[in-house]
C-alpha cells in the first residue's frame, strides 16, 4: 500500500514538475506592418500566446554622412492590446564599429523613438531588446551602448546572443541585460553547396556543451522561415524569401533534381525576379523533426531551463509548412 502510493505522489509530483516547468511559445514579428493574418491569429490563439517580439526599427548608417539612423519603423494595424510586447531594435554591427560613436546619444534616440511608437499606440512594454551581432571590435561601443539603454530606459533588457559569444563569452564578454536570447539559427555559410546555413546540428554540436558554462539566464529562439539560395554558374547571387518546394514543383520553369536543388529549364521572371537558364535553387528549411532535434539538444545541454521558446517569425508562409500542434511539441521536450 505504501509503495502503491508513493509512485501515485511521484507520478503526479513529475507531472505538476513538466507543467510548471515548461517554456511558454512566443514569437517574433519580422513586418513592418503589423496585421495579423487568419492564420497568424489561429496559431497566437491555439497556442495561448500572451508575448510578442516585435521589431520596432533597424539602425543602420547614413550613406551619406555615415551617421546612425532608423530604417524602416513598425506601423501597427492591427490591435495588439492582449499581448505583451517587447520592442526589438536591429542595430547593424557596422553602427557599433564607427570610432567616434556619440553612444549616449544613439541610446537617448532609440528609447525616444521606442516611445514615440509606443505612445501613438497605446502600447505600455516593461522590456526592451535589442538585437545586435558585436564582434571583438565592436565590442566597446556595444557594450556601452547597452549600459546607456538600460540606465536610460528604467526597463528589463534582454539582447541576443549568438552561438560563438556563447563559446567565447570570456573574448566577446556579455551585455549588462537581464536575460539572454541564443539565436538557435543561421549557423552556417551560405554557399553553392549541399548543407543548410539555417541549421546543422553537427555545427551547433561545437557550441553545446558551452551552454552550461554560460552566466547569463538564457531563453531561445528557434528557426521556422525557409528561403532558397540562387546560384549560378557556382556562385550565390542572393537569397530568395518566401519560396517553397511546393510553389517550385508546380512551375514549368523549374525543375527538382535532387531533395534541395531546383533548376531553371528556361529563364524566366520569377515574382520580379530574373533567373536565366541553368541557374539553381538551393531550398532551406526547417523540418518538425528539426525543431524537436533542436530543442532536445539544447534541454540536454542547459543547466537553467528557459522560461521562453521563442519562434522566429510569424508569418503565414512560415506557419502553413508546419502541422498544427509542432510548437507545443517542440516546448514539450524542454
Known amino acids: 500500500m505504501f ?40 496559431v497566437l490563439k491555439d497556442n495561448n500566446v500572451s508575448k510578442l517580439y516585435i521589431r520596432y526599427f533597424d539602425i543602420g548608417l547614413d550613406p551619406k554622412t555615415k551617421n ?13 492590446q492582449v499581448f505583451e510586447i517587447v520592442p526589438v531594435v536591429f542595430i547593424q554591427n557596422k553602427v557599433m564599429l564607427q570610432q567616434k560613436l556619440d553612444v549616449k546619444d544613439l541610446a537617448e534616440k532609440t528609447i525616444r523613438l521606442i516611445t514615440e511608437i509606443n505612445e ?55 551585455p549588462n541585460v537581464d536575460t539572454g536570447v541564443l539565436m538557435f539559427y543561421n549557423m552556417g555559410s ?26 547569463l539566464q538564457l531563453n531561445y529562439a528557434l528557426p521556422i522561415y525557409s528561403w532558397a539560395i540562387h546560384i549560378r554558374d557556382q556562385k550565390v547571387i542572393g537569397l530568395r524569401s518566401k519560396m517553397s518546394f511546393k510553389e517550385l514543383r508546380n512551375d514549368k520553369n523549374f525543375e527538382q533534381i535532387n531533395s534541395i536543388f ?9 515574382n520580379g525576379v530574373y533567373y536565366e537558364e541553368n541557374d539553381l535553387l538551393k531550398i532551406e528549411c526547417i523540418s518538425a523533426e528539426n525543431l524537436k532535434e533542436m530543442a532536445g539538444d539544447l534541454s540536454e545541454n542547459t543547466t537553467q531551463p528557459p522560461k521562453e521558446i521563442i519562434f522566429y517569425d510569424l508569418d503565414e508562409f512560415n506557419l502553413k509548412n508546419y502541422e498544427k500542434n509542432i510548437f507545443e511539441q517542440t516546448v514539450s521536450c524542454f
Open 3 to 42: 509503495k502503491r502510493v508513493f509512485w501515485i505522489s511521484f507520478f503526479l509530483l513529475l507531472t505538476a514538475c513538466s507543467k510548471n516547468d515548461k517554456p511558454i511559445i512566443s514569437f517574433y514579428y519580422w513586418k513592418t506592418n503589423l496585421k495579423f493574418s487568419e492564420t497568424e491569429k489561429e
Open 68 to 80: 546612425p539612423f532608423p530604417i524602416s519603423p513598425i506601423h501597427f494595424q492591427d490591435n495588439i
Open 120 to 174: 501613438k499606440n497605446k502600447i505600455n512594454c516593461s522590456e526592451i531588446q535589442i538585437d545586435c551581432d558585436w564582434s571583438l571590435e565592436s565590442k566597446g561601443n556595444y557594450l556601452k551602448f547597452i549600459e546607456q539603454v538600460k540606465k536610460l530606459s528604467h526597463k528589463k533588457l534582454s539582447a541576443t546572443i549568438r552561438l560563438h559569444q556563447v563559446k567565447y563569452f570570456k573574448k566577446t564578454k556579455i
Open 190 to 215: 551560405i554557399a553553392p553547396d549541399d548543407l543548410n546555413s539555417i541549421y546543422s546540428r553537427e555545427i551547433s554540436e561545437r557550441y553545446l556543451k558551452s551552454l552550461k558554462k554560460y552566466p
Open 262 to 270: 531546383f533548376r531553371v529549364k528556361q529563364s524566366n521572371y520569377k
